[in-house]
């Protein structure tokens, strides 16, 4: 079965830059997404189709993709960006989704 | 305001079955996918289920197929999945998800329902 590969944390300290990679060999030919959820709430789309960000995203957040790795950036990241991140992407035949695996982000 | 709201999670024994509703307002139901995601407890996020606007592409992940059924009736707003022969590892908070097209961002999540399958 298709799988997404995430690193299981990443930490950072306030104004610098976290990057969460994600990785999957269907990421050439399929979109990734990437979702934030804080702790008992729902999750939240911050950047769609590789690299789009939904309106009310804060800029700091952006999306890009190379090869088989897609990699949401944070910069400037604030306290509030502590959270989970999950990469989103379908499968080669376009009919299953999966979720990697998520990524905690500290900030320190 | 657009919102979805699921209902009818709760404690069932093994085997049982249990029916989730997901109410959907402030859009247009019937142009959007929807979606089944579940959570299970401290764990990552899992895609169920997937139905297309009319209801002529259905999706089924490998651990629920031939178990879980997804339905919708547009003219109720309203997304289903019922779920028969459950299993303690089906323990989890159910989300419901709207998305433009099938292979199209989950834009919009409800709050979730939890699922608990123990005797």
Known sequence: SYELTQPPSVSVSPGQTARITCSGDALPKQY???????????????????????????????????GTTVTLTI?????EDEADYYCQSADSSGTLWVFGGGTKLTVL | EVQLVESGGGLVKPGGSLRLSCAASGFTFSSYSMNWVRQ???KGLEWVSSISSSSS???????????????RDNAKNSLYLQMNSLRAEDTAVYYCARSEGYVDAFDIWGQGTMVTVSS
């Open chain 1, 32 to 66: 990734a997404y990437w979702y934030q959820q804080k702790p008992g709430q729902a999750p939240v789309l911050v950047i769609y189709k590789d690299s789009e960000r939904p309106s009310g995203i804060p800029e700091r957040f952006s999306g890009s993709s190379s």
């Open chain 1, 75 to 79: 910069s400037g990241v604030q306290a």
């Open chain 2, 40 to 42: 299970a407890p401290g």
């Open chain 2, 57 to 71: 592409y259905i999706y089924y992940a490998d651990s629920v197929k031939g178990r879980f059924t997804i339905s």
